[in-house]
């Protein structure tokens, strides 16, 4: 099973930054994408941003121009840089993986981290 722990949520003022990272407990090679969910509360759990292993992205509307996803095979972590931070962006923020081996897929959530953008 594929371990994933987020971290680099905190509580920061509109306008500043984070970067969140998502580690993996085994090798991203494997993985075919990478997602960024939030949930709000009240709100449904959205995509933020999402990688594959093409290395190509898609970001929601809400964030583009602000938000950049990445990853760094070697440390085996996806991260999320958001800049320019607005308290619309507060929520619990989640990576999913998603793997395809052989022809079975799986997919894995992280267990989440609190991102607080104070107006």
């Known amino acids: 099973q594929v371990q994933l722990v987020e971290s680099g949520g905190g509580l920061v003022q509109a306008g500043g930054s984070l970067r969140l990272s998502c580690a993996a407990s085994?090798?991203?090679?494997?993985?075919?994408?990478v997602g960024w969910y939030r949930q709000a509360p009240g709100k449904q759990r959205e995509l933020v941003a999402r990688?594959?292993?093409?290395?190509?992205?898609t970001y929601a509307d809400s964030v583009k121009g602000r938000f950049t996803i990445s990853r760094d095979n070697a440390k085996n972590t996806v991260y999320l840089q958001m800049n320019s931070l607005k308290p619309e962006d507060t929520a619990v923020y989640y990576c999913?993986?998603?793997?395809?081996?052989?022809?079975?897929?799986?997919?894995?959530w992280g267990q989440g981290t609190q991102v607080t953008v104070s107006s």
């Open positions: 999913k993986a998603e793997r395809l081996y052989g022809s079975v897929f799986s997919s894995y």
């Open positions: 085994e090798s991203i090679f494997s993985i075919i994408a």
């Open positions: 990688i594959t292993s093409s290395v190509t992205t």
